[in-house]
């Protein structure tokens, strides 16, 4: 008779990797967008005000999505998780902003606001998609 080994049970990645992840798919998400963008505008008569509106719901849907992983990873509080998620990418992206001396204004606090609520959104289908 054989014996086998049992399996090790796979150790769920802490909250901050899992956190870390989804901020990074969401960049990635938002960088290919901001490519694709860029490429339309250079091609076409596409100005840059029709740009600036194009990238706002790419990266409503790149913080969705970003939320969605860290929801449907940790399983639980999708709510909260995918809201801290999306505070951080909004953050980084607030940095980007500030480095790149884009102008920052009561706009730019909204569409923070608009992502920390996608986030939580994003969190929660994850969660209930398991």
């Known amino acids: 008779m054989i014996k086998r080994k049992k399996k090790q049970p796979e150790q769920a990645a802490s909250v901050p990797v899992v956190i870390a992840r989804g901020v990074g798919r969401a960049l990635l998400i938002t960088a290919f967008l901001l490519i694709l963008v860029t490429t339309l505008a250079s091609l076409t008569t596409l100005g840059e005000g029709v740009a600036t509106w194009l990238m706002l719901p790419g990266c409503l849907v790149a913080a969705f999505s970003g939320c969605f992983y860290v929801g449907k990873s940790l399983g639980k509080t999708g709510w909260l998780y995918g809201g801290v998620t999306g505070v951080f990418f909004g953050g ?39």
């Open 92 to 130: 980084v992206l607030l940095v980007l902003a500030i480095l790149l001396d884009i102008q920052v204004g009561v706009k730019t606090f909204i569409s923070l606001g608009a992502l920390t609520a996608m986030g939580a959104l994003g969190g929660i289908f994850g969660v209930n998609s398991r």
